[in-house]
């Protein structure tokens, strides 16, 4: 009786347990969030307190007043998350493309740096384009999980993509290309992991790739960007100039950096140092060590939710679980690579490092979606299964053993009988004899 109850506790602490991608994406996300929180901070403390706030702990007190309620968004969508959004998708998609619409009305959107890309109410500043990308994600998983057939041609594709490249039409004339670039990078991915043909994708990649070529040609400063990555230094006091002091934050790091809160380009130097520079600081005050811990952070994230997508349990949860890890990954990659100078400057945060509101709130639902997927894998569903098979099968080696010692008993029982009516029967054939000999005489 002691023994079952121990199988039972045993049997019920194993289904309560949570997969090991669960927890490496909690533990790499909350890394990441502590990561930020820290470096927000020192990158922003200098700048916010000889300017217009006056405290040097603005933006670290916002990040976390927005970082607990993202927690929070993740906390709840961990659960059933997934399931309860997927009907919604239409009406958060239909919100999005609003809002895209809306932030470019005169009077409504905000400009900074000559960018309309957010709509303030009060204290909150909310930026439509990191809303849509996610919805894309989610409006993407849903029509692929439901209509399988659609990745046969690209023709079936056009309803997705037709829905895709408006909002992305309506992120570039913000401007924002960066964010528009995210979207189709991790439409492109979502559609791999459906199963689109690679010629089909490279059909759908060369069209992108004209469009975004015009949209370069057309706008000067896009092409002065793009002149200042291509040689940054023929122009270091202007178009090169963010790229150059990037560099020489970077260089000036090492391997072990100056040490935390001692950088001089945050201060002086280096333009959006706490927002789309954070990297560049993080490789100037704690050096190429901080910076491979940052990577592997992401990378620990990276394998953990596509393995999360490999495991889940449906076609929906596998897209929306790809969707999602590929929209986090590729916006850190394009971050990190613009940082240290391997592509274009695009303007788009650091996922959970960067400071943005917005931004922060979104990724932090995303994680909420992905980690309710990895609660319960395709995998768990079969384990009772297992379980009883294995319980079945231990059962039935028992009773062979038991059986296998009964038998040499019921052998000799046996072997017995039959010696004892063999002598019975020889004793009745030996009177038989005799009686026949006294009848003959």
Not at 45 to 68: H, M, N, P, Q, W
Not at 71 to 96: D, F, W
Not at 155 to 174: D, G, H, I, K
């Amino acid at each position: 009786m002691t023994a079952l109850s121990l199988g039972r506790v045993r049997s019920r602490s194993r289904a309560t347990a949570k997969p090991i991608e669960y927890s490496l994406l909690l533990t790499a996300t909350l890394c990441l969030l502590a990561f930020g929180v820290v470096m927000v901070f020192s990158a922003s403390s200098t700048t916010s307190l000889l300017g217009t706030t006056g405290d040097s702990a603005y933006y670290l007190k916002r990040t976390l007043i927005f970082g607990a309620l993202g927690l929070i968004a993740m906390k709840v969508l961990s659960g059933r998350g997934a399931r309860a959004i997927k009907p919604l998708t239409p009406l958060i998609l239909a919100l999005a493309m609003v809002g895209l619409v809306v932030v470019l009305l005169p009077g409504i959107g905000v400009t900074v740096n000559g960018a309309k890309r957010w709509i303030v109410a009060g204290p909150l500043q909310i930026q439509p384009s990191e809303i849509a990308k996610l919805a894309l994600v989610l409006y993407g998983a849903k029509l692929l999980a439901d209509r399988p057939t659609m990745v046969r041609s690209v023709r079936t594709l056009v309803p997705y993509l037709f829905v895709v490249a408006v909002a992305c039409l309506l992120v570039v004339v913000e401007p924002d290309m960066g964010t528009a670039m995210i979207a189709c990078f991790a439409t492109a991915a979502m559609l791999l992991a459906a199963g689109v043909k690679m010629r089909h994708l490279a059909v759908i990649g060369a069209v992108v790739a004209a469009v975004v070529l015009v949209a370069i040609v057309i706008q000067p400063y896009r092409m002065q960007r793009l002149t200042g990555f291509v040689n940054p230094s023929s122009d270091p006091s202007s178009v090169g100039y963010q790229a150059t002091q990037a560099k020489i934050a970077l260089g000036s790091g090492g391997v072990f950096g100056v040490g935390l809160g001692q950088s001089l380009q945050k201060a002086y130097f280096l333009p959006e140092a706490h927002t789309d520079m954070i990297a560049a600081v993080i490789g100037e005050e704690l050096g190429f060590a901080g910076l491979t811990v940052l990577i592997g952070l992401y990378g620990l994230f990276g394998y953990a939710g596509l393995r999360t997508a490999q495991r889940a349990r449906d076609r929906y949860g596998k897209l929306l679980a790809a969707g999602i890890t590929s929209l986090i990954l590729i916006q850190a990659l394009i971050n990190l690579f613009a940082v240290m100078g391997l592509a274009p400057l695009t303007g788009v945060p650091l996922p959970f490092v960067s400071y943005g509101n917005s931004s922060l709130l979104v990724t932090l639902a995303g994680v909420g979606l992905l980690l309710g997927i990895a609660r319960k894998p395709a995998a768990s569903a079969a384990k009772p299964a297992s379980t009883s098979q294995s319980r079945a099968a231990r059962l039935r080696v028992l009773e062979g053993s038991a059986a296998s010692r009964r038998a040499p008993t019921e052998r000799t029982a046996a072997s017995a009988k039959g010696r004892h009516s063999s002598r019975g029967n020889r004793g009745a054939r030996r009177s038989g004899t005799g009686r026949r000999r006294r009848a003959s005489r």
